[in-house]
């Protein structure tokens, strides 16, 4: 699975577009993006997941650069509740990898009023 | 309501002592995971199963066992050998197959002293 890099930390005011960005330069071309937070002392929460094309749900926005080497994940309004760690993680899809995921140190996401 | 249980959220037992963290989904989910987390760290996965009877090492398997004798349970053991078994243990399911999202439980907290 490919390695990902993220800015340790990112502050945002409450209210305004929270643009977090992912770099994985080694993804090869059977492996997803994938986002997922973890509020504090709780279980890692799902957000979205795109392949190459820019995905969109309730939660957030996925960018997927064109040669796929990087992706940003846009969460447009944020509130206080936003505030958690934000991991990207690259891997194939389950079949008989048993669907790993690699988590790194994340992005720590700080919201303020 | 569907999700994943995990119990106790805090556990406390004495050096020498194996302990059995429990782990029970009702969403239906073939493949299950158990994930251990320490402070400021990602994940790091030490057992799955895609089907019962079966499951596989992760990364870190050593001084654990695990068991899959029903589709809704995955229960596992921390055992004495296990040379740092205080953590945050964290289990999730997901389908089997293609692009699937892994759903977390809330996590318990084991403190060995």
């Known amino acids: 699975d490919a390695k990902t890099t993220q800015p340790p930390s990112m502050d945002c005011a409450e209210g305004r577009a929270a643009n977090l960005p992912c770099n994985h330069s080694t993804i090869s071309g059977n492996e997803y993006v994938y986002w997922y937070r973890q509020i504090h002392s709780q279980g890692p929460q799902y957000i979205i997941h795109?392949?190459?094309n820019n995905e969109t749900n309730e939660m957030a926005s996925l960018i997927i650069t064109e040669d796929r080497k990087s992706s940003t994940l846009i969460l447009p309004h944020a509130t206080l509740r936003d505030t958690a760690v934000y991991y990207c993680?690259?891997?194939?899809?389950?079949?008989?990898?048993?669907?790993?995921?690699?988590f790194g140190q994340g992005t720590e996401l700080s919201v303020k009023p | 309501d569907g999700g994943i249980t995990q119990s106790p959220k805090y556990l406390f037992r004495k050096e020498g002592q194996n302990v059995t963290l429990s782990c029970e989904q009702n969403l239906n989910h073939d493949a299950m995971y158990w994930y251990r987390q320490d402070p400021g760290q990602g994940l790091r996965l030490i057992y799955y199963s895609q089907i019962v009877n079966d499951f596989q090492k992760g990364d870190i398997a050593e001084g654990y066992s695990v068991s899959r004798e029903k589709k809704e349970s995955f229960p596992l053991t921390v055992t004495s050998a296990q040379k740092n078994p205080t953590a945050f243990y964290l289990c999730a399911s997901s389908i089997v197959g293609g692009a699937d999202e892994q759903y977390f439980g809330p996590g318990t907290r084991l403190t060995v002293t």
């Open positions: 993680i690259v891997r194939v899809a389950a079949g008989n990898q048993g669907g790993k995921l690699i």
């Open positions: 795109g392949l190459k």
